[in-house]
């Protein structure tokens, strides 16, 4: 459990080796991670989501500056929408991003979508505790917004924070309730352009037709410019009122239960996909089985309860 310990004091070399190791698969690096598992559950996570080019690096960049000076330690994870084939990182995020490649208590991956949704926030969950058992006291995740096949940011995040632009007045109203409805914080980045201020009444109304009730958080609508840095501080400060508001209401402990649950969840999808497609399949009798569902002798319900019942016996 070497590894595993110097995970702990923050190693940096030896976390990113365990993270090269999980995304492998490699046995013993399962073995670590379960090692640190008990050690996690301290930082705060944060999700910036937000279109393309809304400045989610860049903002996360200045937010870096922000929590360093308030001598807190902290972990990115850059999830790369644009290069599913490549299994590569963004070049932007790394270049703008390296200037803390000195500074220790600032831990910068990327993660490349594989297209698939379960596998992806299986594997930013398990990048989450490896920052987090190193002691980062604050986690943010870089993703674009909840379209079709990325996953919920709100479901492996504590705050999470939209980032909106000048001129998407229009596309507020054509927003995905639900993007609104995950935002603890918003933020309208490029305040240094045209129409920072229409989207923010758009916002206000938007939100004022929601219903409030006593007692429930009311999301802060921040405005920033993040090549600046402007804004940066007062959004720290939205984020801490958040965090202190998730902790004192309970619902801190709520939303990370349902986050365990869904960890769970997927843990298992993720073993019972693993054993079928290494055991069952090498086999041949998944072929087998599809052979006979081709030939409309079986149907997808009883062959998959007679491969699930199957693996559960071996594993
Ligand atoms: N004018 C202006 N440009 C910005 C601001 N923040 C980011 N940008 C620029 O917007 C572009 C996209 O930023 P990036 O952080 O890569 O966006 P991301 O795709 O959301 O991560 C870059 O050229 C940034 O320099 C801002 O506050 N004002
Ligand atoms: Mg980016």
Redesign the pocket.
């Known amino acids: 459990m070497e590894l595993a310990d110097k995970i702990l004091e923050g190693d940096v070399q030896a976390a990113s080796r365990l993270i090269r190791g999980i995304e492998d698969e490699v046995p013993s690096a399962i073995e670590e991670l379960k090692s640190i598992y008990p050690y996690t559950g301290r930082a705060h996570i944060v999700g910036v989501t ?10 996360i ?1 200045s937010l870096i500056s922000t929590f360093r000076k308030k001598k807190m330690t902290v972990g990115v994870i850059a999830i790369d929408p644009t290069s599913p084939f490549t299994g590569g990182a963004i070049l ?2 790394r270049v ?1 991003m390296q200037s803390y490649g000195i500074d220790k208590d600032v831990f910068i991956r990327s993660l490349a979508t594989r297209g698939w949704k379960g596998g992806l926030s299986k594997a930013t969950a398990n990048m989450i505790h490896v920052m987090d058992a190193m002691g980062k006291d604050i986690i943010f995740v ?1 993703t674009v917004g909840s379209g079709q096949g990325e996953i919920d940011i709100s479901r492996v995040t504590d705050t999470a924070i939209v ?1 909106l632009t000048p001129g998407m007045g229009d596309e507020i109203q054509m927003m995905k309730a639900g993007i609104l409805e995950a935002a603890d914080i918003f933020v309208i ?5 045209d129409g920072a201020d229409n989207v923010k009444v758009e916002l206000e109304a938007m939100l004022s037709r929601r219903p409030h009730p006593a007692g429930e958080w009311k999301p802060g609508i921040i405005l ?5 840095g402007k804004g940066s501080e007062e959004l720290a400060e939205e984020i801490f009122r958040n965090k202190e508001f998730l902790i004192s209401s309970g619902e801190l402990q709520k939303r990370r239960r349902e986050k365990t649950k869904l960890e769970l969840v997927n843990t298992i999808e993720s073993y019972l996909e693993n054993y079928i497609y290494q055991n069952i399949d090498k086999d041949g009798y998944l072929e087998k089985l599809v052979d006979d569902l081709v030939q409309r002798k079986t149907n997808p319900q009883s062959a998959a309860l007679k491969i699930i019942n199957l693996s559960i016996k071996q594993l």
């Open positions: 937000g279109a393309p080019g809304a400045g989610k690096s860049t903002l960049d932007g995020d703008r870089e980032i980045n490029k305040a240094d352009r920033t410019e993040a090549i600046s």
